[in-house]
């Protein structure tokens, strides 16, 4: 797969001037997918997850909590990404895994971890 | 130059289409940008998938139901049941079927010329009668030519022919239908001018509310009637006929055709072959029916038999005889009767020619007398004949006449077939009571559900017929809680006339005690619960000398209610 690149080292994610392939695409559209509230967009009522939604309703009290949530948000993603690639396509997302690094009771930082179905691994550390 | 077409009039908002076609279409786009582009990232959260494939699915599904909204506007059968989404274009396809939606155009109606003067006259068809000061109308005349006014008693022999009527003692009428231009209403009673004002013409007043011609709905009834005109435009069938009369003359409400082989037609006849002979009798009722008249009738006493007799010739054929009186002298109780009697017995015979202008009326009235014998009723003399005047109102459909005169014009008269045009055979309510629940504490709106059952049976034709539930609904619409009851007193009237005279009888006036003689009595059919007012009824003395040949169905019967004779009952549990 081929797309346009999504810079996601700024203050917001912004275009960038890159294309992303392979296996790269598929990990920026599960990270878009990680940051979507889940039933935003009535055309795809799966898409997303509620992992920003939790952080906003206080849900996530402690680092156990945060996990929780996160699991839950890591197989929304896969899921998701599975029903829209094809499934011979070795550049599919085949796991996701979200640790809760760090928690200070306002911000938490997540490890993100994808295996593609070809096995190639890309790590991804991400605050939210 | 062809009408522009304007997408935004077909084209849905956004949030008005549906997600599921969205998402096929979405999907029908991959597959085909697949075919340059195998590798471009579609999936929804990819940066092309979600800011340029999906708003361009939107887009796509968009204008493919913009697309089916026009080819709807091109599809009558939508546009006549009140589907439309731009009306320039479905007026600019109508134009290919000659169907022009009319604004203005063809107002019909009828005018009564009346003059001081039983004579002879021509009218040039193009003279103009003006009402108000826009309302210009036209003679509607069936045959080419001119309009011949023709002296009372005349027999008319062309198609453009009308005979005076003497409705009183100095005036002489004659019904002529027209169509124009109407800006502004033209109502029963309003005056005209003419700018061809002919010796002897003393008034030209409109006989009802004209038509405007131009339905409310004018595109969706203009589409409907498009489609019949295209389907069926044949007045040798049962459909076509019916379509041919809507077509023609906008403001006729129920039309209904019976052929040879129903049993509501009892004209046809079997020729030497065995074939049977086209027959069809065209049942029809105007917006206006029914209007009232009353006119005067000089009946000739016959000394001998001490009775007035008379030929009851009205200005239009009447479908009820709402009063017979004495002109000086309206108190005076009278016993009429009514002879019918066929202009045509081979077309039309006996009861086949009710309500036709195949039936020739004749109206005898016994001398009322006092205990001492004298008559009460004062008459005059010329020294040779004995007479007195009589006032006879009735009620008459003024569609009629103009129908009738149009389908059996040369250039309309199918080869072939013998159409005869009648009004609907009415099914008198002498009463008809309606028990209904009043619910506690609440009002029922007992006006309300009157007009509306007063409406209803003014428009109920074939092919609707009568059901319980349409009395029941307009309760319910009125505030009751249900209907308990209803219950009928109607009667068949085969003709205003009471008895038939066969062809082979003597005229009234010549002899009236073998006519009276010779004349049949039809059989009695009444109605006296509501599931006997859909009737089947056929002469059963067919065959006999004593047939009537009077026939009914559910193609040829109409209804006569009166708001006198529709009771409202109150029960309260």
Excluded at chain 2, 255 to 261: F, R
Aim: proline share 5%; with cysteine.
């Amino acid at each position: 797969m081929k797309g346009i690149q999504v810079d996601f080292t700024g203050e917001r994610p912004a275009l960038g001037l890159l294309s992303v392939v392979g296996f790269a695409a598929t990990v920026q559209n599960a990270m878009v997918n990680l940051g979507t509230n889940q039933g935003s967009d009535t055309l795809f009522p799966d898409r997303g997850t509620k992992l920003q939604e939790n952080a906003i309703e206080g849900q996530l009290i402690d680092i156990n909590s945060a996990q929780h949530s996160a699991n839950f948000a890591a197989v929304d993603t896969v899921a998701f990404s599975k029903a829209y690639t094809p499934t011979d396509a070795g550049d599919g997302l085949a796991t996701a895994v979200l640790e809760p690094a760090d928690f200070n009771g306002s911000r938490v930082t997540i490890e993100a971890i994808f295996t593609s179905v070809d096995g190639e691994i890309v790590g991804i550390k991400t605050a939210i | 130059m062809a009408t522009p077409i304007n997408f935004e009039a077909y084209t849905p908002a956004v949030a008005d289409v549906p997600e599921a076609r969205v998402l096929t279409v979405r999907a029908r786009l991959e597959t085909w940008l697949k075919q340059g582009w195998p590798d471009l990232d579609t999936r929804p959260n990819s940066v092309y998938g979600d800011l340029a494939l999906t708003p361009l699915a939107y887009q796509i599904a968009a204008a493919e139901i913009a697309a089916e909204r026009v080819v709807s506007d091109l599809d009558l059968e939508q546009v006549a049941s009140g589907v439309i989404y731009n009306c320039d274009v479905v007026r600019q396809f109508l134009r290919n079927f000659a169907a022009v939606e009319r604004e203005n155009l063809k107002a019909t109606g009828s005018i009564r010329l009346t003059f001081s003067s039983n004579l002879q006259r021509t009218i040039d068809r193009r003279t103009l009668y003006l009402f108000g000061t826009t309302s210009i109308f036209t003679l509607r005349l069936p045959g080419s030519g001119h309009l011949e006014v023709l002296p009372l008693g005349s027999v008319p022999s062309n198609i453009n022919q009308r005979v005076l009527t003497r409705i009183d003692a100095t005036r002489y009428v004659v019904d002529v239908p027209v169509m124009g231009v109407m800006p502004t209403a033209v109502l029963a009673g309003d005056t005209a001018t003419t700018d061809n004002l002919l010796t002897g013409l003393i008034g030209m007043t409109a006989i009802g509310d004209f038509d405007p011609g131009t339905p409310e709905d004018s595109l969706i009834t203009l589409a409907a009637r498009t489609r019949e005109t295209v389907y069926a435009s044949s007045l040798s069938t049962r459909g076509g006929t019916g379509a041919f009369v809507r077509k023609e003359f906008p403001d006729i409400i129920s039309t209904s055709a019976t052929i040879s082989g129903d049993r509501e037609m009892l004209r046809d006849t079997v020729n030497s072959l065995g074939l049977s002979d086209g027959r069809i009798d065209v049942h029809v009722k105007s917006k206006q029916a029914f209007l009232s008249d009353t006119q005067l009738v000089r009946l000739t006493l016959n000394v001998a038999q001490d009775k007035f007799v008379g030929k009851l010739a009205l200005a239009n054929a009447p479908v009820k005889i709402d009063s017979i009186s004495v002109a000086a002298d309206a108190a005076q109780s009278l016993a009429p009767v009514i002879y019918s009697r066929s202009l045509d017995p081979v077309r039309a015979p006996l009861g086949t020619a009710a309500y036709t202008a195949l039936e020739e009326l004749w109206l005898v009235i016994p001398m009322p007398r006092g205990g001492d014998t004298l008559p009460l009723i004062v008459t005059q003399t010329d020294g040779s004949t004995v007479w007195a005047d009589f006032l006879v109102t009735y009620r008459f459909d003024p569609g009629l006449a103009q129908v009738g005169s149009v389908l059996n014009s040369p250039e309309v008269k199918p080869v072939g077939i013998d159409i005869v045009t009648k009004t609907f055979v009415p099914c008198v309510f002498s009463s008809l009571t309606v028990e209904f629940v009043k619910p506690a504490g609440k009002q029922v709106n007992v006006t309300q559900a009157r007009t509306e059952i007063l409406e209803y049976f003014r428009t109920l034709n074939y092919p609707n017929i009568y059901v319980d539930s349409a009395i029941s609904d307009a309760l319910l619409y009125a505030g009751a809680s249900g209907v308990k009851s209803v219950v009928c007193n109607a009667t068949v009237q085969w003709s205003v006339a009471s008895k038939f005279l066969p062809s082979t009888a003597p005229l009234p006036s010549v002899d009236l005690v073998a006519a009276t003689a010779a004349a049949l009595t039809p059989p009695l059919v009444r109605m006296l619960t509501t599931a006997q007012l859909v009737p089947d009824y056929r002469d059963v003395n067919l065959g006999t000398g004593n047939a009537t040949m009077v026939t009914v169905g559910k193609r040829n019967i109409g209804y006569l209610l009166d708001e006198s004779a529709l009771i409202f009952t109150e029960y309260a549990p």
